[in-house]
DNA sequence: CCAATTCATTACCAATTTGGTATTGATTTA
DNA sequence: TAAATCAATACCAAATTGGTAATGAATTGG
């Protein structure tokens, strides 16, 4: 139904791991193997997240890679982001609703706005969290534990 | 960051059409016309959502489609599964694990958890909502009115 | 200053997936 | 029996994606 690619996924793992090294400084190959992933692959999820500022890396012998923040400050969305490169569930209607059908971008509008919900909920479960087990429970206060004022930021229909 | 196959929003946007017309027996080419999507197209979304009961179908010449339940008894979430054929962000876990990581294992489940509760909320979203306006706090509605039972039904870690 | 190590960048490829097409068959109505 | 309409199968082309290879740039340490 959604699907998440497999390099999201892998920079999640990632990302993942590198959470639990503090601010250590670790190389690619250690990564691939620690993950047991390719290591090119490491190295394309790795350049996605150092481009988007979620991981740092630093070049020469004792060089490697560090998460750029503490984990319980970077959200599984900035990851799934960086390597996906965007959020979008839905096509139409990003540039210009091109169908005729009105009650068409009535349904896609609802999709924007169900999507922006999950998109809140991602930005608010943390690298930190995804380290020790999640109740369902746990995922729902995400969702719910925002601002009233967010809550209807996004005016529609 | 979370795709939707093409297929699968077509699927949406036809069951909602179908939704606007109650009992009523349409044609595909009705259908393809209304949708702007190529009949071909429809066809085979059709056929995924006439096998999975979702939509009714009678051959010959007063023939066509309609839903097979009322739109307020029929969810996106069943919509969806029909087109795209099940559910699941990540791939790893679905059979057996086969990383060594124990902590990928523990990122792998919270998706899981984090899946199902997505699943669930399409679950309860209908045809007949999606004809209307949502508002984000309708959509948060949909999250939160479960019973407390359901909660924690899935245990975890 | 030079060599070794490690990340950076670019270009490329192979394979799966996906959206779409064409054709032939089955069923109902008139 | 003929026309209309859905059913089913097989197929194709194009886009996406996961993965590879090779070369370049920066840092450390002798």
Redesign the pocket.
């Known amino acids: 139904m959604l699907?998440l690619?497999?390099?999201?996924d892998?920079g999640l793992l990632i990302a993942c791991h590198l959470a639990n090294l503090s601010d250590e400084?670790?190389?690619?190959?250690q990564v691939a193997e620690a993950t047991q992933?390719?290591?090119?692959?490491v190295?394309?999820v790795?350049?996605l997240l150092?481009?988007q500022g979620v991981v740092r890396?630093?070049?020469?012998?004792?060089?490697?890679?560090a998460l750029s923040r503490p984990a319980n400050r970077i959200s599984i969305g900035e990851v799934i982001i960086a390597v996906?490169g965007g959020l979008a569930l839905t096509e139409c209607c990003l540039d210009a609703c091109q169908c005729d059908m009105a009650q068409a971008c009535t349904v896609q509008n609802n999709w924007n706005v169900i999507n922006q919900t999950i998109g809140e909920m991602f930005s608010r479960i943390t690298l930190a969290d995804m380290n020790r087990p999640l109740s369902r429970s746990d995922v729902l206060k995400y969702v719910e534990e925002r601002s009233p004022n967010l809550l209807d930021y996004v005016a529609v229909g």
């Open positions: 699907r690619a497999k390099l999201a892998y400084l670790v190389k690619l190959e992933l390719p290591v090119p692959t190295r394309k790795m350049k150092v481009d890396s630093e070049r020469g012998m004792k060089g490697g890679y996906e």
